[in-house]
């Protein structure tokens, strides 16, 4: 019997694929478009045109320490510091061409900006729709402050959904005009029932470290999220999602810990993005204190369920599903749920400079939760992709007090 290759392997040489791909399909004729991170890529692969993420791009960027240098001609051509990192890796890499590393972005056909993460992404790609003189598609997503005006809990209202249909709508007629072909619909009904298998088998996935003791580390999550952000509407993808899934319960039902050295001590959330070039360095010190990380508000933003393969369905996901389009009440009982259902022991809340939207809110969620359930938790600061802002004396010095805190805990329960 042949042996099965591992999910993690599988997921490595997927993510260096993306921008061979992207080359091969350029060189092709193909059309390229550079989208925000959670935007309706099935429209695109509808469409047969090649989807690639800046934001993930430059996540990659700042894991392989090559995004200081792209950060800083950004900051040379006049943009702030205090610029979401992703825009100014994005525009530094614009300045310079290309990296020196397989991963490069092929210029774009057109960029496709949808406003459900923040405001800063609206001015990024209005930049770069001028600089390279290249169609904008855009979708605007209304702010989602609802409680119980439609038939959804805490979703998004009808007239909203409407609103977000007809912009789809408007989004395929520009195409059609671009690409000169008429719209699939047929092959767009496929491309989401892959898309809804994909988001469910990664919420399955990353629903596993609800077991004690977890089978995987979390920080799995930030390493898998890049395919679900690039492939969730393709075969590969779901599959790589279910495979990786399957892995993780055949450990479960072995009781295996995250570690083959280490059993798994405490269990924690880290709210926020990861600081990508420190990712190595962040989580071998979390390991060293027998600290699993067991679950992130980040990776869940990408659980899109459309539940049905309609551009309603896709519009309340897309309205519904991020914390950065949603009301605080909704943060905060999203991560008090997660306290309950993995049994967390602490809370890291990253101070991410670039994503303010994601980070006002932690100081007062934190206020909260300590209120209520006394869990014990550190903030500190940082950055996604900026290596100058980040401090490891400091993320040390503060993971240290939440580590005392935790063992004192669990000694009062014993």
């Not at 690639?52 to 700042?62: H, I």
């Not at 205090?82 to 310079?96: I, K």
């Not at 038939?151 to 989004?171: I, L, P, R, S």
């Not at 990253?350 to 934190?366: A, T």
């Amino acid at each position: 019997m042949e042996e099965r290759i591992p999910a993690k392997k599988i997921m490595n040489k997927m993510l260096a694929n993306v921008y061979v791909r992207a080359a091969e399909a350029k060189k092709a004729g193909k059309l390229i478009c550079w989208a925000t991170g959670v935007a309706p890529q099935e429209i695109m692969t509808t469409m047969d045109i090649v989807t690639l993420y800046p934001e993930n791009f430059g996540a990659a960027m700042g894991a392989k320490h090559i995004s200081g240098g792209l950060i800083e001609k950004a900051e040379a051509q006049g943009y702030a510091i205090d610029t979401c990192s992703y825009a100014r890796n994005n525009f530094g890499y614009l300045e310079v061409g290309t990296v020196d590393d397989p991963a490069n972005l092929p210029l774009p056909d057109m960029v496709l900006c949808i406003s459900n993460t923040c405001n800063t992404v609206i001015k990024w790609y209005e930049n770069l729709g001028k600089q390279l003189n290249i169609p904008v598609l855009f979708i605007d997503t209304p702010y989602n402050y609802c409680n119980g005006q439609s038939k959804y809990a805490d979703g998004a209202t009808e007239h909203q959904v409407e609103f977000m249909v007809e912009q789809f709508k408007h989004m395929i007629a520009q195409l059609e005009e671009i690409t000169g072909r008429a719209f699939d619909w047929d092959r767009f009904t496929e491309v989401m029932k892959i898309s809804i298998e994909s988001g469910r088998w990664w919420l399955k996935g990353v629903e596993v470290t609800k077991h004690n003791p977890a089978p995987i580390s979390g920080f799995d999550f930030f390493n898998f999220m890049g395919i679900m952000v690039c492939d969730r509407g393709t075969v590969e993808g779901r599959d790589l999602f279910k495979q990786w899934y399957e892995e993780s319960m055949e450990a479960v039902a072995k009781g295996t810990g995250p570690w083959k050295d280490q059993e798994e001590k405490y269990r924690i959330m880290w709210d926020g993005i990861a600081c990508w070039p420190q990712l190595s360095m962040t989580g071998k010190l979390l390991k060293k204190h027998g600290i699993n990380l067991v679950c992130s508000s980040y990776p869940m933003l990408w659980s899109l369920d459309y539940k049905e393969p309609t551009l309603e369905a896709m519009a309340r996901a897309y309205s519904e599903n991020l914390v950065p389009n949603r009301e605080i009440d909704f943060d905060y009982n999203a991560t008090l749920q997660m306290i309950k259902d993995y049994d967390l022991d602490g809370i890291i809340h990253h101070s991410n400079r670039s994503c303010k939207p994601m980070d006002f809110k932690q100081y007062e969620i934190r206020r909260r939760l300590t209120e209520e359930t006394g869990i014990p938790s550190i903030i500190f600061d940082g950055d996604q992709t900026d290596p100058r802002v980040f401090s490891e004396a400091q993320f040390e010095t503060r993971l240290q007090a939440l580590v005392e805190i935790m063992e004192k805990n669990k000694a009062g329960r014993k």
